[in-house]
């Protein structure tokens, strides 16, 4: 072979190597980018996501709060009448922090009347939102 040719030879595998290296580190870097633009959008994705739900569980919860206290204030009759109308519910009662807001039934099953170690006023203390169903099935049992 010729000097000539293996100068050019030279030359090629050279541009070959640098284009090769330069595709798979610009490959590299824009799949890096890629990865990271996409964390970054979910990110912030999930911090409105969480926003929102905390704000709408907070109204809800001030919902039941402010229903109850409207039941309380105007006639807790409505409800007991309710209740007693073939209702499948023994008692009802919302609790807050603060203690029980709205209780109607027997008075015996009012949730403080147990004092706070019940396990359920634990969690109402807690902060935490449930609600709790015994229902009358037609055998007489629960």
């Known amino acids: 072979m010729s000097i000539r040719l ?12 640098i284009t090769v290296s330069t595709l798979g ?11 990271e633009t996409v964390q970054t959008t979910l990110q912030f994705m999930s911090r409105i996501a969480s926003g929102l739900l905390t704000s709408e569980i907070g109204r809800l919860k001030e919902e039941v709060k ?4 409207q039941i309380r204030k105007y006639d807790l009759s409505i409800l007991e009448n ?11 009662s919302v609790l807050t922090r603060e203690g029980v807001i709205l209780h109607a039934g027997d008075p015996d099953a009012k949730p403080l009347s ?18 709790q169903l ?8 629960f």
């Open 6 to 17: 293996k100068t050019i030879f030279i030359l090629i595998a050279t541009v070959v190597v």
């Open 25 to 35: 580190i610009s490959l590299f870097v824009s799949q890096y980018r890629f990865n």
């Open 66 to 69: 402010f229903t109850a206290e």
């Open 82 to 92: 309710q209740m007693e109308q073939d209702s499948p519910y023994l008692t009802l």
């Open 114 to 131: 147990g004092g706070r170690e019940n396990a359920y006023i634990q969690r109402a203390f807690g902060g935490e939102t449930f609600l």
């Open 134 to 141: 015994l229902l009358i099935v037609r055998q007489g049992s």
